[in-house]
């Protein structure tokens, strides 16, 4: 039998990072999900997170009654600050998610090795990381298991999509027996309104007339929803009927064309990235704070502070610079009720002024050297923060 794209997108993924194994789901937190499961993930279990991060990715922890508990980030990478990880270890604590913020690596030595002494599972979450190295090493390839998202925001896009990945043969036996038992397909709509989300979507990324695709987007838009990426259900801890679905062929097919160009798409954010680095401390601004001995960043965004980060995102709009604005609270979007989340305000400090100060400049592959430069002489403008 012919082999699906599914499983080659899978087998070509799995071979660019040089894991044995990888599985492709409809969402990244989905991918979380399917791992949580995995490693057996219980009621009362605790995960450790970084206060710092989107409520998708804290709701796959709830929706199997396991409790989030917040650890504070540090304030030059926005990672979890490894030295108050073992103040929040308890005996129910089963799992710290590492997640790479904006790119740069997390201190994974520090964090595999508490783990490894407490007996812990380490997830690493590179959404918003694909080629970072720590130590020469690639992330995702550190613990046991680590998971992607191919949403439209990330370095690497297939629409929506997620992928978890293992060097575990007993992990990645859970995960085939899991998938048989569990998952379910994309409906119909649901393949056909993302192909032609992505096909509009490239084409006002890489101009290109396809009009069909927009004449047939505008049609499903008139009957049905636009397949966004979250759903209001998803802001509360519950889980959504059908939540547990895999990849369709369409981002399978998109992930496949994109792998081809994932290391042109790498060189460039580097690039880019060091120009801002570069642009920024002429001006007197800070560039980038990370231990260069020791991590090769490969950014989705590039983090600055300002004092007047609503200020900053209004006239960005205005001129047309593509300034972002995540994290707007600990639990990114501000539309979380934190308290159903478990986060009080004041648990995290460092987190929680990032969020007040924090936006963020491009560097997909259409930032050109033209625009850095744009975009650094429009924030430099506003009043820096400085840690
Ligand atoms: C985007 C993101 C997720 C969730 O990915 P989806 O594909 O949107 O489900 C999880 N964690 C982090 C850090 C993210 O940025």
């Known amino acids: 039998m012919a082999i699906s794209k599914v499983e080659l997108y899978e087998r070509e993924f799995a071979r660019w990072l040089g894991v044995k194994r990888a599985f492709a789901f409809w969402k990244g937190r989905v991918a979380l999900y399917a791992i949580l499961q995995a490693l057996e993930i219980a009621p009362s279990d605790e995960v450790i997170v970084p206060g710092y991060t989107c409520v998708m990715d804290v709701n796959p922890i709830k929706y199997l009654g396991a409790k989030p508990v917040y650890v504070d980030i540090e304030p030059q990478t926005y990672n979890i600050n490894t030295e108050l990880i073992e103040g929040k270890i308890t005996p129910k604590t089963k799992v710290i998610i590492a997640q790479h913020?904006?790119?740069?690596?997390?201190?994974?030595?520090?964090?595999?090795?508490?783990?490894?002494?407490?007996?812990?599972?380490?997830?690493?979450?590179?959404?918003?990381?694909?080629?970072?190295?720590?130590?020469?090493?690639?992330?995702?390839?550190?613990?046991?298991?680590?998971?992607?998202?191919?949403?439209?925001?990330?370095?690497?896009?297939?629409?929506?999509?997620?992928?978890?990945?293992?060097?575990?043969?007993?992990?990645?036996?859970?995960?085939?027996?899991?998938?048989?038992?569990?998952?379910?397909?994309?409906?119909?709509?649901?393949?056909?309104?993302?192909?032609?989300?992505?096909?509009?979507?490239?084409?006002?990324?890489?101009?290109?007339?396809?009009?069909?695709?927009?004449?047939?987007?505008?049609?499903?838009?008139?009957?049905?929803?636009?397949?966004?990426?979250?759903?209001?259900?998803?802001?509360?801890?519950?889980?959504?009927?059908?939540?547990?679905?895999?990849?369709?062929?369409?981002?399978?097919?998109?992930?496949?064309?994109?792998?081809?160009?994932?290391?042109?798409?790498?060189?460039?954010?580097?690039?880019?990235?060091?120009?801002?680095?570069?642009?920024?401390?002429?001006?007197?601004?800070k560039p980038r704070q990370f231990d260069k001995s020791i991590m090769r960043p490969i950014m989705v965004r590039y983090p600055v502070r300002v004092s007047n980060k609503n200020k900053a995102l209004e006239d960005a709009a205005k001129a047309g610079v593509e300034l972002g604005s995540w994290f707007e609270c600990p639990l990114h979007p501000i539309e979380t009720p934190l308290e159903m989340y478990d986060y009080e305000l004041g648990m995290c400090p460092e987190a929680e002024k990032a969020s007040r100060e924090v936006v963020n400049l491009p560097l997909h592959p259409r930032v050109s050297r033209r625009t850095a430069e744009r975009n650094v002489e429009f924030i430099c403008r506003f009043d820096k923060s400085e840690k």
């Open 101 to 285: 913020t904006y790119g740069y690596p997390c201190q994974l030595d520090i964090i595999l090795d508490i783990a490894a002494r407490y007996k812990i599972n380490v997830i690493e979450d590179c959404c918003l990381s694909v080629g970072s190295k720590y130590k020469g090493q690639t992330v995702g390839t550190f613990g046991e298991t680590a998971y992607y998202s191919f949403q439209w925001n990330k370095p690497f896009t297939c629409g929506l999509g997620g992928m978890v990945v293992t060097n575990d043969d007993i992990f990645a036996e859970k995960m085939i027996s899991l998938r048989r038992k569990l998952l379910s397909k994309p409906s119909i709509k649901e393949v056909l309104m993302l192909a032609a989300e992505l096909a509009v979507y490239r084409t006002i990324v890489y101009p290109r007339t396809t009009a069909w695709a927009q004449s047939l987007f505008r049609e499903l838009t008139k009957k049905g929803v636009v397949i966004g990426s979250a759903a209001n259900d998803e802001f509360v801890p519950k889980i959504p009927d059908g939540f547990f679905k895999g990849m369709g062929p369409i981002q399978a097919m998109s992930g496949l064309n994109q792998i081809k160009k994932i290391e042109r798409n790498i060189s460039h954010r580097e690039i880019i990235a060091n120009l801002y680095d570069e642009l920024l401390s002429e001006r007197d601004w």
